[in-house]
């Protein structure tokens, strides 16, 4: 038989096969989008793994099958080899799936045996022994990346047109184009799984700093909102033990704002949770007068500027909170300033008190988380001893494109 007619016949099969796929794919096609539109099938497929690339194995059948029906001169040598080269390559291209085994000298010295198997077979047998140099292309395909990519599949597909031109004549053509087709389209496929795969971590990832930055806001919100409101009810607690003996009148008054204290509290809890809880800076100055008043230290509030932004009034508004709940905790003062000024670039929000300065033990987490807060919105938060007596709180954020400006 001449190379012109098996040339003629392996594409002619080729053509045929191809064919049917195309066929049979057009009816299944219908029915997949149907089951996938119902739920049948999942949206998301499992990675590649190595037993994606075993069944290319069967492009050797043709080999064995010459094997098995004596026509292969020197059985043995050709058994022994056929056996090498399905074990390495079996080896090869389950190491290809991990990062680390791919790239281990281990590896790179496998591929290289079974180039070395690939090349003896193909060059002492020549006809369908050929057909083990795709093969090689796929071990090489899933193993290669990089730059070096190209030269080895050019090299390879070279390697093998020059061993089937002297085996087969011009079917070596075949050979060669299925060679490089086989190294680059593998490659190709594999390192596109490899980017999903890390897409998907990262969005993993990203999924549990979101979870972490959540638990991280709750945990201030709660800390800010029970610190203050527990204060609140121990200062007018504390007031009404005080009136009850020689104002009952007085006393219940007292009474009555720690039942409304607590009753605002639930409400901004549960706010808090659904994270819909949105700080108003004219609220919290009120609440912070009204707390002091009670805790029997003078405080004056001063106010100027333009009209602030949602956001920066709502974490102005988280200052003032924490800021008058540790002056009636810990400084012993008698009297409290707070200043809100602002400028066309920035806001400051500064409260002093006339306190004994830095209380005794480490700062609490309050502030700290303050901090980080205006930190993460581009200003910033600052506290220590005032510079005559006592303690100094002073917060600055930017004027952002929501913040009114002044004509």
């Known amino acids: 038989m001449s190379w012109k007619h098996q040339t003629t016949c392996r594409m002619r099969e ?21 089951k996938k539109k119902a739920g049948e099938i999942p949206e998301e497929i499992g990675p590649p793994n190595g037993f994606t690339l075993l069944p290319w194995l069967l492009m050797g059948m043709g080999a064995f099958s010459h094997l098995l029906q004596g026509k292969t001169p020197n059985p043995w040598i050709a058994g022994v080899g056929l056996l090498a080269f399905n074990s390495l390559y079996i080896a090869v291209v389950f190491r290809a799936f991990d990062k680390k085994s791919r790239t281990a000298p281990a590896t790179l010295w496998a591929l290289g045996a079974l180039a070395a198997i690939t090349i003896g077979l193909a060059a002492g047998y020549g ?42 004549g011009w079917g070596a053509a075949n050979i060669a184009y299925g060679t490089f087709l086989s190294v680059m389209v593998t490659a190709a496929i594999l390192s596109l799984a490899e ?44 007031a009404t033990r005080r009136l009850a003996p020689r104002d009952l009148t007085a006393a219940l008054d007292q009474v009555s704002d720690i039942e409304s204290v607590g009753r605002q509290a639930l409400t901004e809890i549960r706010e808090a949770v659904t994270g819909y809880r949105e700080g108003s800076l004219a609220t919290e100055l009120d609440r912070a007068r009204d707390l002091l008043g009670a805790a029997g230290i003078e405080a004056v509030v001063r106010q100027s500027g333009p009209p602030l932004a949602p956001e920066t009034a709502a974490l102005l508004g988280w200052v ?14 008698a009297h409290c300033d707070i200043e809100v000024t602002g400028t066309a670039e920035r806001t400051r929000l500064t409260i002093t008190d006339d306190g004994r300065g830095t209380g005794e033990g480490p700062p609490g987490s309050g502030l700290k988380g303050l901090t980080e807060r205006l930190a993460a919105a581009g200003g910033s938060l600052t506290s220590g001893p005032a510079p005559r007596t006592g303690f100094r709180v002073t917060a600055e954020l930017p004027v952002t494109e929501t913040d009114p400006v002044p004509v």
């Open 14 to 34: 080729w053509r045929d096969a191809r064919r049917a796929w195309q066929a049979d794919y057009a009816k299944a096609k219908p029915v997949w989008r149907a």
């Open 127 to 168: 006809g369908n022994w050929l057909m083990f140099f795709p093969l090689l292309g796929l071990a090489t395909g899933a193993v290669v990346r990089g730059r070096g990519l190209g030269p080895v599949g050019l090299g390879l597909s070279a390697l093998a047109g020059v061993i089937g031109g002297i085996r087969d």
């Open 195 to 238: 980017t999903v795969r890390e897409l998907r971590a990262a969005r993993e990832e990203l999924a549990r700093s979101a979870v972490e930055k959540e638990r991280l806001r709750f945990s201030r919100d709660l800390h800010d909102l029970l610190g203050h409101t527990l204060s609140v009810i121990v200062v007018k607690a504390e």
């Open 320 to 333: 003032v909170r924490e800021s008058a709940t540790n002056v009636v905790r810990h400084s012993g003062a």
